[in-house]
């Protein structure tokens, strides 16, 4: 049933460096891999920097976001959109 259901548990994220990381990159789609790419050299030059990879954009996954908010500084969103994913980062922690 559509009215019943569980968006909490639907909402599905790829964490990658994210523990430790004061800057956290979000990115989605062809972008994320970009952003990976950007973390690993990030990491290289000793800068603690991390990526959330949504897998669902609905539900929105605000738990991994929220978790990554616990340690995270800053948070970068990465898209080739029109920017529609920024509000979604920001809703999620609450800015």
Do not use: H
């Not at 989605?28 to 603690?48: D, F, P």
């Amino acid at each position: 049933d559509v009215c019943s259901s569980d968006l909490e548990n639907e909402q599905r994220a790829e964490c990658y460096r994210t523990e430790d990381a004061d800057l956290v990159l979000v990115a989605y789609g062809a972008s994320s891999r970009i952003a990976r790419s950007a973390v690993n050299k990030a990491r290289e030059m000793g800068q603690k920097v991390g990526l959330i990879r949504p897998i669902t954009l609905w539900p929105f996954p605000t738990k991994a976001i929220q978790k990554a908010a616990k340690n995270a500084k800053a948070f970068l969103a990465v898209e080739m959109s029109m920017g529609q994913m920024v509000d979604d980062v920001k809703l999620a922690v609450q800015c």
